[in-house]
Every structure is written in structure tokens, then in C-alpha cells.
């Protein structure tokens, strides 16, 4: 009951932060968040930071480019959206952190077998870009280039594309 109660928080959370279009909302939501996870209110945050930096860069340097370019550049905006996406990732972890997704949809059997096989997938790359990993290890003898970094990322990342593409149309001709 206490994880479905949670679900239910962290739903009305997320509807919350989508809909909220003012900077201080956000940031109080922020602050309950990181005091809501405690101790661990760092942790969170710097695993926030580092999982959203790449997402946040490209966004905020595409619209500073547009924006900039037909003079409708506004620093609220930015800090909106930067602010609002580093809330919901914030309390997604915290929701993952602190509840097991599979007591909290327990009451639905298509939820649970969905999130199920999510599940198994997405541990199944995992497996998979670990062992990517210890492979490229295992086969250097001295420090690799910038470039041949570049080249196993880029087979990785075909390979999990093609992986990705497979189970999907097995799961689809399965159901």
C-alpha cells in the first residue's frame, strides 16, 4: 500500500512539474525534493546533474542560438527549463531510490508485466555494454586513443540499436 501511495506522490509530483510554468514553484519542489531524500539529497543531486548535463547543454545552447538569432532570448526560460528538468530527474531517483517499482504496480497485471519486460531489457544492455566494456579493457596493451574510443563507442551503439530494433519486433510478433 505504502509503495502505491508513493506512485501515486511521485505521478502527481511529475503532473506538477510539467504544468508549473513559473521559477519558484520549481525550486520549492526542488528544495522538498532534495530534503525529502535526506542524507542522500547530495547523491541525488550529483547524479541529477551528471545524467542531465549532456541533455541540458545541447537544449539550452540550441535555444540560446535560435532565440538569439530572432532576439527572443529570454534567461527565465533557460532557468525554467533547466530547473524543471533537474526536478523531475531529481525525484525519479529518489522515487527509484526509495520505492521497488514492482510492489508499486502490483495492483495491475499489465502494468507490472510491462514494466517487467522493460526491466529485463534494459538489464540485458546493461549486461551487455558491461561486458563491451571489459572487452575493450581486456584487449588493450597500452593507452587508447580519442579515436579508437570514438569507433568502439560508435559499434556499441549500432550494436545496441540493432539489439533494441530485434527484441522490439519480437515482443510485437509475440503480443
Known amino acids: ?3 502505491r501511495l508513493a506512485l501515486l506522490a511521485y505521478l502527481a509530483a511529475i503532473v506538477f512539474a510539467t504544468t508549473v510554468h513559473q521559477i519558484s514553484p520549481l525550486a520549492l519542489g526542488l528544495g522538498l525534493v532534495l530534503a525529502l531524500a535526506g542524507r542522500d539529497w547530495l547523491r541525488i543531486l550529483r547524479r541529477a546533474c ?3 548535463l549532456l541533455f541540458n547543454l545541447v537544449v539550452t545552447l540550441s535555444y540560446g542560438v535560435i532565440a ?7 534567461l527565465e526560460f533557460v ?3 533547466n530547473l524543471r528538468v533537474l526536478l523531475l530527474t531529481c525525484l525519479t531517483f529518489l522515487f527509484v531510490s526509495r520505492v521497488n517499482p514492482f510492489e508499486a504496480l502490483a495492483f495491475s497485471r499489465s502494468l507490472t ?9 534494459s538489464m540485458a544492455f546493461k549486461q551487455a555494454l558491461e561486458d563491451f566494456r571489459l572487452a575493450f579493457r581486456s584487449r588493450r596493451i597500452e593507452q587508447v586513443n580519442l579515436r579508437d574510443r570514438y569507433r568502439h563507442s560508435a559499434s556499441m551503439g549500432v550494436h545496441f540499436l540493432d539489439k533494441s530494433l530485434h527484441r522490439a519486433t519480437e515482443i510485437t510478433q509475440v503480443m
Open 1 to 3: 500500500m505504502r509503495a
Open 50 to 52: 551528471i545524467a542531465i
Open 68 to 74: 538569439g538569432l530572432q532576439g527572443t532570448f529570454s
Open 79 to 81: 532557468v525554467l527549463v
Open 113 to 121: 508485466f510491462l514494466f517487467t519486460l522493460a526491466y529485463s531489457q
